[in-house]
């Protein structure tokens, strides 16, 4: 029981230490309006802002887009290296379209589901869309959960067969 203990209180404090490393980049797009077949390139758009950011240090957890579309027909999708997320529905009203109240915003997240962030990180447009933000949350890429799980099953004490006085040798 105790040993159990041990390896959950373990387990909970990398979780904490995991949380507090998170990294959140905000991408503005100040309402720029985007036509059906549009990329937007979240890596060079980082670059723009940050251009010493190392991308290879990290691994994207998930997209949040702040975003309308003209007749809420619009669809986003989450391209990274050769994955693509499913498309997420941008909402939206046509006479709210040209209307700059942060109310007529919507947020739409995008999580990314693959084990690796190497390659493209894409959002392909579906529709006609105004993008006032883009949220990028990501994480180290030293953090690995395979090693949480050795920590976890090495902390509980190993089972000993017992001896049963039969064919084996000293």
Same mark, same amino acid.
């Given at each position: 029981?105790? !040993?159990?203990?041990?390896?959950?209180?373990?387990?909970?404090?990398?979780?904490?230490?995991?949380?507090?490393? =998170?990294?959140? $980049?905000?991408?503005?797009?100040?309402?720029?309006?985007?036509? /059906?077949?549009?990329?937007?390139?979240?890596?060079?758009? &980082?670059?723009?802002?940050?251009?010493?950011?190392?991308?290879? @240090?990290?691994?994207?957890?998930?997209?949040? $887009?702040?975003?309308?579309?003209?007749?809420?027909?619009?669809?986003?999708?989450?391209?990274?290296?050769?994955?693509?997320?499913?498309?997420?529905?941008?909402?939206?009203?046509?006479?709210?379209?040209?209307? /700059?109240?942060?109310?007529?915003?919507? @947020?739409?997240?995008? =999580?990314?589901?693959?084990?690796? @962030?190497?390659?493209? !990180?894409?959002?392909?447009?579906?529709?006609? $869309?105004?993008?006032? =933000?883009?949220?990028?949350?990501?994480?180290?890429?030293?953090?690995?959960?395979?090693?949480?799980?050795?920590? &976890?099953?090495?902390?509980?004490?190993?089972?000993?067969?017992?001896? &049963?006085?039969?064919?084996? &040798?000293?």
């Amino acid at each position: 029981m105790r !040993w159990t203990m041990f390896a959950l209180v373990l387990l909970l404090h990398q979780g904490a230490a995991a949380a507090a490393e =998170r990294i959140q $980049i905000v991408l503005p797009f100040h309402d720029v309006a985007l036509i /059906p077949g549009h990329v937007v390139r979240l890596k060079a758009e &980082t670059m723009r802002i940050h251009p010493d950011f190392d991308f290879s @240090s990290v691994d994207l957890d998930s997209v949040d $887009i702040v975003a309308k579309s003209r007749m809420g027909q619009g669809h986003i999708a989450l391209r990274v290296g050769n994955q693509y997320s499913e498309r997420k529905p941008i909402p939206g009203r046509k006479p709210d379209y040209d209307d /700059p109240a942060a109310a007529s915003f919507h @947020s739409v997240s995008i =999580r990314h589901h693959g084990a690796s @962030s190497n390659g493209l !990180w894409q959002l392909l447009v579906v529709g006609y $869309i105004k993008i006032r =933000r883009v949220v990028l949350h990501m994480r180290p890429r030293n953090e690995d959960v395979l090693s949480r799980r050795a920590v &976890t099953f090495a902390a509980a004490p190993a089972r000993v067969p017992q001896d &049963t006085g039969s064919n084996m &040798t000293r």
